[in-house]
């Protein structure tokens, strides 16, 4: 792929792999110039650029064996601390972003279909449902009872565009103090509380949850918690399925915790 790369960029361009799970991320150097390339980006990311949501787009360009390349302008800075998100800031591009017609539109015109929660949740019980030995676990069988209870309270919401991953490794801060939140490629169309209920419970101290989704834009209700809370079971159980069809024991060991903490959460805060 660098060889392809310098073909279009030229040889005098430097290129090298940038990093990141996929390895389809460059980094490609020439004088004063830098750009961030990536290999099949969705087209999403044109209007994420114009929305000022990711560093601009510069160009793409298609390569003759059909995979398509974009560059982006390379910007000096670094990933948030875990502490940082809890910065306004981060509650006010979240609320840029699910506020916005511009990527909804887009969104839907490539094709993605809202995902509800009863799509959600009948997904994570085939899942488990074709999993020998998971039932053995007492914290998945007390999560799907608080999925199936909770269930009603997270329907008929409005829909928006959400990133879908929302760490502080996605969360980019550059050195001029623009901040932007990078790495869509799991972006959907859902409940926005799946994007900001990810963000409290991760990064924000439980007595601090209201002061954020003040500055978020929404009022706390019992209502929002008990589909905040829903969502992160549905995602705990996601990723436990994940570690498990894997067979790496101990991250579901990691998993079965964090789903633990949350079931425990869920008697304490909303079922009290």
């Known amino acids: 792929m660098v060889d392809w790369l310098k073909r279009i960029?030229?040889?005098?361009?430097?290129?090298?792999?940038a990093g990141g799970l996929t390895g389809d991320a460059y980094h490609a150097v020439k004088g004063n110039q830098r750009l961030f390339l990536k290999r099949n980006s969705s087209p999403f990311l044109a209007v994420l650029s114009a929305e000022g949501i990711v560093p601009k787009l510069i160009?793409?360009?298609?390569?003759?064996?059909?995979?398509?390349?974009?560059?982006?302008?390379?910007l000096e800075g670094r990933e948030l601390k875990p502490q940082e998100m809890q910065n306004d800031r981060v509650a006010k591009l979240l609320q840029k972003i699910h506020h916005s017609s511009?990527?909804?539109?887009?969104?839907m015109r490539l094709g993605k279909k809202p995902v509800t929660s009863d799509e959600g949740f009948a997904v994570i019980k085939q899942n488990i449902g074709r999993i020998e030995g998971i039932h053995r676990y007492p914290a998945v069988e007390e999560a799907l009872y608080y999925l199936d209870f909770l269930l009603p309270e997270t329907r008929g919401q409005d829909l928006v565009v959400c990133h879908g991953d929302l760490n502080h490794n996605n969360v980019l801060l550059t050195d001029e103090g623009n901040l932007y939140l990078i790495d869509w490629d799991n972006a959907l169309i859902a409940d926005p509380?799946?994007?900001?209920?990810?963000?409290?419970?991760?990064?924000?101290?439980m007595k601090d949850w209201d002061t954020w989704l003040n500055k978020y834009g929404v009022a706390n209700n019992q209502q929002l918690y008990r589909?905040?809370?829903?969502?992160?079971l549905l995602d705990s159980l996601h990723y436990l399925i994940w570690h498990y069809d894997r067979k790496?024991?101990?991250?579901?060991?990691?998993?079965?915790?964090?789903?633990?903490?949350?079931?425990?959460?869920?008697r304490m805060t909303i079922l009290t």
């Open 9 to 17: 960029l030229g040889e005098d361009w430097k290129v090298a792999p």
């Open 59 to 74: 160009w793409t360009k298609r390569l003759e064996n059909g995979d398509v390349i974009t560059a982006q302008e390379w």
């Open 102 to 107: 511009e990527l909804l539109h887009m969104l």
């Open 193 to 205: 509380v799946i994007d900001y209920g990810m963000v409290l419970k991760w990064y924000i101290p």
């Open 227 to 232: 589909r905040m809370f829903w969502y992160l």
């Open 248 to 266: 790496e024991t101990w991250k579901v060991m990691e998993r079965l915790t964090d789903l633990q903490e949350l079931n425990e959460q869920v």
